[in-house]
Every structure is written in structure tokens, then in C-alpha cells.
């Protein structure tokens, strides 16, 4: 079964700094995703970034980029630039072929950015 | 617009009561599920269902069920044997079970037992 573990569970940034998320997975398939999903104040989530495991760049939208280290099944979000809107509580998520379309969920990061 | 709708957004039920959360889509996505939230333990997967008529229990099934009888609906009800049901619910589809799809969530639901 696949393990997915957020080991902070709050972290504050000021306003225009860069703040980094860990996550860390355990799984023994070789093909998967990850995600980063948000959850504003409002409750909505909305998905920030996906990495397929195959590739070697990191993802990067826009603010938002990824550390993925395959070997060491680490896969942190770094937000450049943190903006008031970035407060939300950030899950990590897995997804691996053999899941059956099951996401498995990290247990979350609540993120707040000071003005 | 196409969405994920979810009610009510506010629930309470005496103990021992049956409730049904419903779940609406309109972007024709197969796959459907639900998700309860509570804090500290992120997000666990109740049942999902990858195409009408068939569903599957996530890892917390019991005292819950589901149906998908419609593609575009998936309700679920907590029923009396679920012992602790207090909980944010959240309900998300997504366009097939391929592990590339995004997950689309609707606003959620909150459930509190008296």
C-alpha cells in the first residue's frame, strides 16, 4: 500500500518569500504521479502541480515548482514570491497504475503567508 | 458551468438517523469519489466508482454507502453504524481512472451529529 507523509503540519511565510513543502512517499510501483492540491479558507481544492515519475525535470507553474527525488521518494513544493492568496492548507498526493484511480493523500501543511 | 455540486453544505443528524450527501457533475467524467477530511489526517478515501453501476470501498467503507446509478451522480449515505461520523465530506471526479487525471472536487459538505 502506498504511504504518503506531510511532516509539517504548519509553516508561516512573509509576503514576497519563498517558502518550501515537504512530502515524502512510500510506494514500490515504478509508474505514478504526484500532486500538490490547495484547500483555501472557501474549502474548494483546487489541484497546483502534477510530476510523472518517468521525468526528470521538475515541474514548474508558474510561482509554484517541485523538488522530486525519486531515489529518496521526496517530492517538495516550493512557492516563489508568496502572496496573501497562498494561505491554504497544502496536501500532497499519490497516484500509481496498479491504484485502481485511487488518489492517496498526505495528511496536509497549513500554509500562512504574513503581509 | 461545469462543476461539481454538493449538498447540503450543512448537515446536522441526531444519532442513530440515516443521511444522504448528494453529488453532482456535469463534465461527464466517469469516475467519482468520496473523500472525508478530518483535521490532522488529510484526506481518506470512502468508496469510488469508476463507471455506473459499479463502485468500490475506498479504506473507511464502513457505516457508509453509495450507488451510481446515473453517470453524472454519485449520493452518499452515512448510515447509524458509522460511529463517528462528525466530518467535512468531499466529493471529486475525475475524466477516467488513467493516473494522469486531475481530481475535481466540489465545496464539500459539513456533517455534524447532534
Known amino acids: 500500500a502506498q504511504t504518503v507523509t506531510q511532516s509539517q503540519p504548519e509553516m508561516s511565510v512573509q509576503e514576497a518569500e519563498t517558502v518550501t513543502l515537504s512530502c515524502t512517499y512510500d510506494t514500490s510501483e515504478s509508474n505514478y504521479y504526484l500532486f500538490w492540491y490547495k484547500q483555501p479558507p472557501s474549502r474548494q481544492m483546487i489541484l497546483v502541480i502534477r510530476q510523472e515519475a518517468y521525468k526528470q525535470q521538475n515541474a514548474t507553474e508558474n510561482r509554484f515548482s517541485v523538488n522530486f527525488q525519486k531515489a529518496a521518494k521526496s517530492f517538495s513544493l516550493k512557492i516563489s514570491d508568496s502572496q496573501l492568496g497562498d494561505t491554504a492548507m497544502y496536501f500532497c498526493a499519490f497516484c500509481g497504475e496498479t491504484s485502481g484511480s485511487r488518489l492517496t493523500f498526505g495528511e496536509g501543511t497549513q500554509l500562512t503567508v504574513n503581509p | 458551468d461545469g462543476g461539481i455540486t454538493q449538498s447540503p453544505k450543512y448537515l446536522f443528524r441526531k444519532e442513530g438517523q440515516n443521511v444522504t450527501l448528494s453529488c453532482e457533475q456535469n463534465?461527464?467524467?466517469?469516475?467519482m469519489y468520496w473523500y472525508r477530511q478530518d483535521p490532522g489526517q488529510g484526506l481518506r478515501l470512502i468508496y469510488y466508482?469508476?463507471?455506473?453501476?459499479?463502485?468500490q470501498k475506498g479504506d473507511i467503507a464502513e457505516g457508509y454507502s453509495v450507488s451510481r446509478e446515473k453517470k453524472e451522480s454519485f449520493p452518499l449515505t452515512v448510515t447509524s453504524a458509522q460511529k463517528n461520523p462528525t466530518a467535512f465530506y468531499l466529493c471529486?471526479?475525475?475524466?477516467?481512472?488513467?493516473?494522469?487525471?486531475?481530481?475535481?472536487f466540489g465545496e464539500g459538505s459539513r456533517l455534524t451529529v447532534l
Open positions: 471529486a471526479s475525475r475524466v477516467d481512472r488513467a493516473v494522469t487525471g486531475e481530481l475535481f
Open positions: 466508482s469508476q463507471i455506473v453501476n459499479d463502485f
Open positions: 463534465l461527464n467524467h466517469d469516475a
